[in-house]
Structures are given as structure tokens and as C-alpha cells.
């Protein structure tokens, strides 16, 4: 989720925590465990601060190690080793109970993204994506709000965000049955599919689809449970080339690919310099496909400049390598 909703959520949990009567017995132990929930709620999210050094470091790692099992079990303990010195007199193992349900509870709902996460961490780093829910949903977001103001006019906290959680609850099996309606669709339209991704969209309705068979890409749309195909590109194996083998030595290529299942390759030859691009197909926007990775070689299959992320235009990406539109 995005850290807006986090944060809410944060917030939720420590009105919750009100129901355990020791940590509604002191206005200390009350106010302990909504700031270790609101932390809780963030700290897996500490790796964002990635993206500041580049794309290819950030995607390759955020949601990793630190959404991994032993995180999970670790950030709890860090967090009361901050923030129980200035609560000396709370009980120590019900502030870490609400600290570890945050934490764990951001996993948990990070995996009902399409990104999804490495939550099975060390054991598989396969990445847990259901794509039910998208990164920022208005609907559980304005739920949390408007529990939120309705303790601020002094409702009891704990019922309160106990009912929005089962709202929220029957919200996610919506949006599961929602989705199976759609997969279904696609399964008809593409009987002998291979793969099959469908990602949520902010509107409840709106999904975007990727799908392969052994021989062809497909990206489509699904409005409610009707879907329409958009794009359709040959499904062509990448070459063991030795302008691909040196693209894909390439720091941002390597992570783009350690990340992306289904995309589509192009490589284009100029006078002086060759450039390799992988286009992901999920992301389909108003007809472009804005998450890439793109490496540029010279003759002799030396870097010049590469870059992987998120671009809605040309003009942008040839930028981003230094390159001078012709």
C-alpha cells in the first residue's frame, strides 16, 4: 500500500489496541502503542529510501529483505528498543504484541498488491502478488479516514476501527470475487493461456490484464467483468546475442529483469551505438507502456548509458540517458 494508507492504518491500530484493557489501563500504555503502531506501520517501508542512490537498486530490493520473515520478527524489536525507554512503566510484552500485528499487518496487506512482495523471505524470493487491491485504494483509505474522525468526535476507538475492519474485510473478498469474474473472461478469450496477470486499477471496475500463450503477448482491459484485448505482440524469445549478453550485464536491465515477468524486447541499431529496450506489459497507459528498461551500447558493446523506471513520454526517457532528441 502507499504510505498515506499506512499511515492511517497506523493510526487504526492503536485506536484498536484500546480493546486490550492493559493498554487501555494508563494514558501512557494508550500512547506507547499508537506511536509503535503508526511506526510499525511505516518501518518496513524504510527501504524507499533507495530510490535516492537509483532505480536499479531500488527495484531490485524494495519489498525484499526488509518485508522478509525475519524482518518481520526483527523491526518489532527495534522499535521498542526506541520507544520503550520513554515508557518505562508500560507493559512491555503487549506493547510488542501491537508493534509486531503492525508490522506484520503492512506485509500482509502489501501482498494483495500487484507489485506484491518477498514476504516468503529467506525461503523462496519469489515475489507474493495477488493483484486484488491497488497500491492506493480510495475506498479502504477513506475508510480509515472517516473511522479516524469519527473517534476524534468520541467514539469509542476500539468498537469503531473494530467494524471498519470487518467492512474492510468483506471489501477484500469483493474485490476477490470481482477479479475471479474477470479472470474467467480472460481464460475464455485466451483458452490455452500460459500466464495470466491481472492488475487493480483505483477504480473498482477497471483492471489491467497481461496474458501469454506459448505464442503471443496479450494486454488488454477489463470494465466490471467485461474485457477487451488492446495490444497483441508475436511472443519472440530473446536472442543469446552478443549486443543482448552485453545489454543484460547492464545494472539496470539485470534488475528490471529480476522484477518484470511479462515484457517484450527491442533492439535498435544506429550509426554509432546500439540501444536494447525491455517494455513491461502490465502497466499499459492510454496506449503507452511506461515502465522500461533501456541500454544504450557503442560499437564495440561498451555502456554509454542506461535506465530503468517509470517514463510517460520520449522526449522524458531520451533525458533521462543524456541523449539530445534528433
Not at 119 to 143: E, H, M, Q
Not at 263 to 273: A, I
Request: overall charge positive.
Amino acid at each position: 500500500m502507499d504510505t498515506g494508507t499506512h499511515v492511517v492504518m497506523g493510526i487504526a491500530l492503536g485506536g484498536l489496541a484500546t480493546l486490550d484493557p492493559v493498554v487501555a489501563s494508563s494514558h501512557a500504555a494508550t500512547t506507547s502503542v499508537l506511536i509503535a503502531t503508526i511506526a510499525g506501520s511505516q518501518i518496513p517501508d524504510i527501504d524507499t529510501v533507495l530510490k535516492l542512490r537509483n532505480n536499479a537498486i531500488y527495484i531490485r530490493n524494495h519489498r525484499g529483505v526488509t518485508h522478509s520473515i525475519p524482518a518481520v520478527i526483527l523491526w518489532p524489536l527495534v522499535l521498542l528498543a526506541v520507544i520503550f525507554p520513554f515508557f518505562p512503566a508500560v507493559n512491555l510484552l503487549h506493547l510488542w504484541a501491537w508493534t509486531f500485528f503492525a508490522v506484520f499487518l503492512h506485509v500482509f496487506v502489501d501482498i494483495f498488491n500487484a507489485y506484491g512482495t518477498q514476504a516468503l523471505r529467506p525461503f523462496s524470493n519469489k515475489w507474493v502478488a495477488l493483484g486484488v487491491i491497488n497500491t492506493f485504494d480510495p475506498y479502504i483509505f477513506a475508510i480509515h479516514v472517516v473511522g479516524i474522525f469519527i473517534w476524534i468526535f468520541g467514539a469509542n476507538p476500539g468498537y469503531t476501527f473494530l467494524i471498519m475492519y470487518f467492512v474492510i474485510i468483506g471489501y477484500y473478498l469483493l474485490r476477490f470475487r470481482v477479479r475471479h469474474k474477470v479472470l474467467l473472461e480472460v481464460r475464455r478469450i485466451v483458452p490455452d493461456a500460459t500466464e495470466i496477470i491481472i492488475a487493480p486499477t483505483m477504480k473498482f471496475h477497471q483492471w489491467r490484464i497481461a496474458a501469454m500463450n506459448e505464442k503471443q503477448f496479450f494486454v488488454g482491459k477489463a470494465v466490471k467483468d467485461k474485457v477487451e484485448i488492446l495490444d497483441l505482440f508475436n511472443r519472440i524469445p530473446v536472442p543469446e546475442t552478443p549486443v543482448i549478453k552485453a545489454a543484460k550485464k547492464d545494472k539496470n536491465l539485470s534488475a528490471f529483469l529480476s522484477f518484470s515477468p511479462v515484457y517484450r524486447w527491442e533492439v535498435d541499431e544506429y550509426d554509432d551505438f546500439y540501444e536494447v529496450r525491455f517494455i513491461d506489459l502490465r502497466y499499459r497507459s492510454n496506449g503507452h507502456y511506461p515502465f522500461v528498461a533501456v541500454v544504450q551500447l557503442d560499437c564495440d558493446l561498451n555502456r554509454i548509458s542506461s535506465y530503468t523506471g517509470w517514463v510517460f513520454s520520449e522526449k522524458k526517457l531520451r533525458k533521462k540517458l543524456s541523449i539530445i532528441p534528433s
